[in-house]
T-cell receptor, first 115, second 114 residues
């Protein structure tokens, strides 16, 4: 049973380009969470999705950021017109349940560098 | 809303010495508590969690944490650390009710010195 798969592991974008980060949850998991980790900071929640639905996007910046989790295929975090401040590690986690005690399994992250 | 405070950003400790990583949380509702570990360039792995019952929980690699409701703390301890324990440790909370994400502290970088 493969774990949470994120790709690419490293992504370099020039300012103004688009970044697309992919996350394939563990088999049987329908709950996906995206977090951003800045240097010297903990993980900040961005968005919580279930299949085809955004449940909670309270941590997403209002502009340039969007996320989806289609019926088929991976979850995508999309950042349009990237700026230097978007440079960070982006982690995806999946869970079999929305219940608070359910363990969240994390991918290895995508490290985005904006130059 | 919930918040988590990890008081120490970095903790250096000699090999085979004991260590305590501190975690305090704030919440107006009941929460579950977690410790995650992140090795360099890796994702987070669950180390241990407190859901209910005994306030002392243990991991398979010798770590333990004790839930203290009155002090709203969930400190992580290990009586004798190894070089391989060098990593970043994150404390997190999750509300009892569903549809809520984990809220993380800023992390504590544990460096074990030979």
């Amino acid at each position: 049973n493969a774990g949470v798969m994120q790709n690419p592991r490293h992504l370099v974008r020039r300012r103004g380009q688009e970044a697309r980060l992919r996350c394939s949850p563990m088999k049987g998991h329908s709950h996906v969470y995206w977090y951003r980790q800045l240097p010297e900071e903990g993980l900040k929640f961005m968005v919580y999705l279930q299949k085809e639905n955004i449940i909670d996007e309270s941590g997403m910046p209002k502009e340039r950021f969007s996320a989806e989790f289609p019926k088929e295929g991976p979850s995508i975090l999309r950042i349009q017109q990237v700026v230097r401040g978007d440079s960070a590690a982006y982690f995806c986690a999946s869970s079999p349940s929305s219940r608070g005690e359910a363990e969240a399994f994390f991918g290895q992250g995508t490290r985005l560098t904006v130059v | 809303a919930q918040s988590v405070t990890q008081l120490d950003s970095q903790v250096p400790v000699f090999e085979e010495a004991p260590v305590e990583l501190r975690c305090n949380y704030s919440s107006s509702v009941s929460v579950y508590l977690f410790w995650y570990v992140q090795y360099p360039n890796q994702g987070l792995q669950l180390l241990l969690k407190y859901l209910s019952g005994s306030t002392l929980v243990e991991s398979i690699n010798g770590f333990e944490a004790e839930f203290n409701k009155s002090q709203t703390s969930f400190h992580l301890r290990k009586p004798s650390v190894h070089i391989s324990d060098t990593a970043e440790y994150f404390c997190a909370v999750s509300r009892f009710s569903g549809n809520t994400p984990l809220v993380f502290g800023k992390g504590t970088r544990l460096s074990v010195i030979a």
